[in-house]
Structure formats: C-alpha cells, structure tokens
C-alpha cells in the first residue's frame, strides 16, 4: 500500500512553489507553505491568492473551492515548520550551494520517514541528496510552469532512492491527477534535455542574425504548432533561469556543444534583460510580470504596400511538377486570383493533377470553407500544360519537383532560357542549397527559395529563402506574393533546414539518442513533450508521420553542413531506416502501426 500523505511543506513561494502549493491544497492535503522572511512570505501569499483570483474569475473555480483551498495552506516563515509534513518539496532558485544547505536543514527539522523531494529542473538530484543523512528518501519531483495546469510531473530517482520512495510518489501524482515519468538522475531530465538545445540553437539564430525573432517564432509556431515560439518562450521561462539550465546541462552532460549557453543569452542577463519579469528580454513587454508584447526598436515596420517594399507586380503563375505539393500549391494560387499554368510531363499527369485539384476544391465547398462559384472560378484560372515553353510570360515561377539537385539545376537553366526577363524563379526544395540551383541560371538575383509546408492548402507558413545573390527586390516580391496568399513568409538566409528543419529535427534526433540510451522509452519521452512543453505531437509520434528515412535525410544534411557533433544521425535512426522501419507509410517506425 502508498503512503498515505496527509500534510506537505513546500520552501520556496515564487511562481513555481505557489503553484506546487496551489496543487497539493485543489487535491484536499494541507501545506505549509515556507519562505525565509515576512516579506518573502507576503509575496508567495500574493502568487496564490493572484492565481487562485484568477482561476474564479475564468470559471474554472468555485468561490467556495477556493476559499476551502486557502483554509488549508499554512503561511510560516523558517525550515523550522516543517516537523511533522509527510513531505517536503524544495522549489528555491537553481543554485546546487543554496539547495544543499536548505537539505541539510531539512534533515535536522523534519521527522526521520518524512520524504525529501527538489523540483529542480537541471541540478543533480544525487549531488542534493548527500547533503542529507537520508538519501534514500530524497527524490526529484520536477513540476512545469504553470503547476496547476500542466499535467507532467517527471520523478526523479537517484542510484540509491528508495523503491518505496519511488513508488509512494507515484501514487502521489496519481492522486494528483498529474501523469508522472520515471527516470533516473541525468542532466536535463526528459524535458529540459531536449527542450533546451532547441532553445539554445533558436537563440544562436537570432544573434546570428540569420532571422528576425518575429520569424524565428512564428516559424516554429506556425510550422510546427507549438504553443509559442523559442524566443519568446526564452522570455517566459527567464533569461537568468534558461542561463542557469544550460550551464548546468552543458557541465553535467558531457559538454555537448550545443548546450553551451549562447553568448547573447549571458550579455541580456548581466545587462537586465531577464524576459517577462523584468519587462523585457528578447521582446519588450507593457511592464514587468506582463505578457503583453509592445513595440520596440526591433518591431517591423509594416509599407502602406508591397510596392513600398520594391516588389514586383505579379499576376501570372507557372508550377512545375505533378506531386502532392505542386498540386497543393496550384491550388493556392488559383484560390487566391491568380492566373496558373501547370506544367507537368505529360497529358497523363496533367490530368491527375487536374483531379486532385478539383477533389480537394470540392471537400472545400462540402466542408462549407468555399461556395461552388469560388470552386468553378479557380478551376478556370488553371491552364494545363506539358511543355515549359508556355511559361514564357508567367511573372513567377514555381518549381516543385523531385528533390535532385541535378533535376532541379537542369530544370532552371531551362527557365532561364525559356521565361521573360524580371520573372521570379522559386524552387520549393526544404533541403538542397537554393544558391546551387540560382547559379545554374544566368540570372541569381531572380531566384528565392519558397518552402511551402504540406499540405499547402492548410499549412499557413512559407519560408522565404535569400541567397546571397537574391535581390532585396525578389525578396520583397516573394514576401509580397506570401502576404496574397495568406500565408506567413518568414525569411531567411541560405542555409541547410532553413528555419523549421534546422531546429525541429536535431530535437528529434536528441530524443533518438535519449531513447537509444534506455535512459526513458518512447511513451514517456512523447508524454514529457505533450504534457511538458505542450508540443501537439511527441517527438516519436512526428518520427514516424514524417517518415525515418526523411528525417534522417535532413539530419544528414544538417550534419555535412554545420559539422556540429551533436548533430550527427542517432545510429539507432540509421538502423532503423536500413530495416526498412520507416514509419507509418511502412506500418513500422518507432512503434507498429499495423496492430492499430
């Protein structure tokens, strides 16, 4: 049988150990809550009575619940009030000195089969516990921000906690309504571990100024759905604590390169620029604690026009190619007013891609997102076509063939013989270098890379791709035509992944290697980036919907081009694509997909 907890200490009232406190209190335990000072003590007051006022006033809360939950938390200042809790959770700033102090009292005070328990996120579990006589009963219960919103509660035992231990805090979080993963004392946890590379790499970006932060983020969010994008999640989190994080991570993890805290991120800290707390990081918030973005020196200035900007007019548009994203992007165009031929190779195509076409309009208007008229009306803007010649006065064209180098450069020098003077030529490639095939032409400044997302009808982000012999102007163009779509074109510069790829899939490889270690399985690290880091998909999950045999063909590429070390293919990844487990489209990747 659990233990039964009937009373806990929680030291340490900032926003997370209000949360935790605001946790145990909604689930009927009483908690004495401690601080080191009156004052301390009257801030963590104010945390739980500010979240608790707010949860009411969404609805989400009784009056009665709350004031019952209030009744049960105990305010105290000092170590010394917690001698008779079941348990003590510790959530005090991530600094090693500070929390083994704060243990080793813990120890003196609280009764002999009381559990120790540290909500650290980075810090060695082990290394706190031996601060103790009883290191056994000391374990890591890693709550997320906001604690009585997020659903993940990662347990962390080290080399020598207790079975019971372990399992008395399970049933805890079960009782909780909290979904726990078990793992052992390693940097970083589930989470963090791949949480924070991720981060770091987005920040490396910015100060690269390879892409605004504006387009970082909403890259990352519109490309991927994540609930927010790396920036301004670096900004939620705090400057300081991500600093902290990192540094630990890279000391205690084998100094991986990529969890060296980027320089920038040290500058912003010791300048003030802590994120939403101090009122500004990488963004400038209304006033300190706020999460309302205002404009700064950074924020784009919107043109009264895309002719401000220098972009070209265009009203003609070619598509090459016959697969799922030139019949997606057909379809985009002709939707959105714009005369289209399509150019495939051959009738046969042609007329498959005329179907495809028209089914997807028609789910359009049976889902009632289209009326019959808008249907017929881009229908008719489609010219079909199997000969290239007939881009000859298209303004821009955009090609969306195989991804072959060797293809895609034979096909430019044909458009650069063929199409007018002033068109733009786009190629969709996600992974070859745009500049290889721009120079395949005799006209470079005219070619963008735009890196539409499947499927194109839905999926609301373009990446506007700049060599570095695109012209401001076909850029401004690009980023015009984006703008009629209605889509998001964010741009950036010529590099292997360009934005999503480039952060999304070293992520996925660091969980490869997290479940090739048996440090967790592929279950519980998907549930610690659900429920954690409200990711719509676990790492796992999108594996196996983009397919291995992808994923480790842009992890390749990333590697050849960055030859960073840590981005070198998990070899359990290669394995599996060598087996021919590639996911769902094979009924086999990470997990069987035939059984379901």
């Given amino acids: 049988m659990a233990r039964e907890f009937t009373s806990v200490g929680v030291v340490g009232l900032g926003t997370m150990g209000a949360g935790i406190v605001e946790v145990f209190a909604r689930n009927g335990i009483d908690v004495v809550a ?91 579990v082990t290394e706190i516990s031996v601060a103790t006589t009883r290191p056994n009963q000391v374990i890591g219960i890693h709550f997320f921000n906001p604690a009585p919103v997020m659903k993940l509660v990662e347990v962390v035992r080290t080399v020598v906690t207790s079975g019971d231990v372990v399992a008395d805090v399970e049933a805890l979080c079960a009782r909780l309504g909290k979904v726990d993963v078990t793992i052992n004392d390693r940097a970083g946890f589930i989470a963090n571990a791949l949480l924070f590379g991720y981060l770091n790499h987005a920040v490396s970006m910015f ?232 120079m395949a032409t005799q006209r470079p400044a005219d070619v963008v890379g735009l890196h539409f997302f499947n499927p194109a009808p839905i999926m609301p982000l373009v990446e506007v791709v700049r060599t570095i012999r695109t012209s401001a102007e076909t850029t401004a163009t690009a980023r015009a035509v984006c703008a009629a779509l209605g889509k998001t074109g964010v741009v950036c510069g010529d590099r292997s992944g360009f934005i999503v790829n480039a952060l999304l899939f070293p992520y996925l490889n660091d969980a490869v290697k997290m479940l090739e270690a048996s440090y967790s399985t592929a279950d519980d690290i998907d549930y610690a980036m659900k429920l954690g880091c409200g990711y719509p998909m676990g790492p796992f999950e999108l594996l196996d919907v983009v397919g291995l045999d992808v994923s480790l063909a842009i992890q390749r590429e990333l590697y050849l081009e960055l030859r960073e070390p840590g981005f070198a293919p998990a070899p359990l990844l290669e394995h599996l694509v060598t087996a021919g487990y590639l996911g769902r489209k094979s009924g086999r990747g990470f997990r069987d997909h035939t059984r379901r």
């Fill in 34 to 124: 401690v601080e080191i000072s009156e004052a301390a003590l009257e801030r963590g007051r104010a945390n739980l009575t500010g979240s608790t006022g707010r949860a009411v006033a969404k609805g989400k809360l009784a009056e009665a619940d709350r004031d019952a939950l209030l009744s049960r938390v105990h305010f105290q200042v000092g170590l010394d009030a917690l001698h008779s809790v079941d348990l003590v959770i510790e959530a005090v700033p991530e600094h090693l000195d500070l929390k083994q102090r704060i243990f080793a009292e813990l120890d003196r005070v609280c009764k002999p089969e009381a559990i120790l328990a540290t909500n650290t996120s980075s810090l060695s």
């Fill in 207 to 438: 100060e690269a100024r390879y892409a605004t932060r504006e387009d970082i983020d909403a890259a990352m969010k519109l490309g991927c759905g994540l609930p927010m994008g790396p920036l301004a999640l670096m900004d939620l989190i705090g400057l300081d604590t991500a600093y902290e994080i990192l540094d630990t991570m890279y000391r205690r993890g084998g100094r991986d390169r990529r969890h060296a805290p980027v320089p920038l991120i040290k500058q912003m800290v010791t300048a003030g620029l802590l994120g939403r707390k101090s009122g500004r990081g990488f963004y400038t918030y209304e006033r300190p604690g706020s999460p309302v973005v205002v404009p700064d020196e950074q924020t784009p200035v919107a043109s009264e026009s895309a002719l401000a900007d220098g972009a070209r007019g265009i009203a003609k548009v070619g598509v090459v190619g016959s697969g799922t994203m030139a019949t997606g992007i057909i379809e985009v165009f002709a939707k959105a007013g714009y005369e289209v031929v399509s150019v495939t190779r051959g009738a046969e195509k042609s007329a498959k891609v005329f179907e495809a076409v028209k089914t997807s309009l028609n789910k359009g208007v049976v889902r009632g997102k289209l009326s019959e008229t808008d249907r017929d009306a881009a229908l008719g803007r489609i010219n079909w076509s199997a000969t290239l010649e007939h881009l000859a006065d298209v303004d821009l064209v955009v090609e969306a063939v195989v991804e072959e180098l060797s293809v895609k450069k034979a096909l430019f020098a044909s458009l650069d013989e063929i199409c007018k003077p002033g068109v733009v030529l786009a190629t969709t490639t996600s992974s070859l270098p745009v500049i290889d095939v721009a």
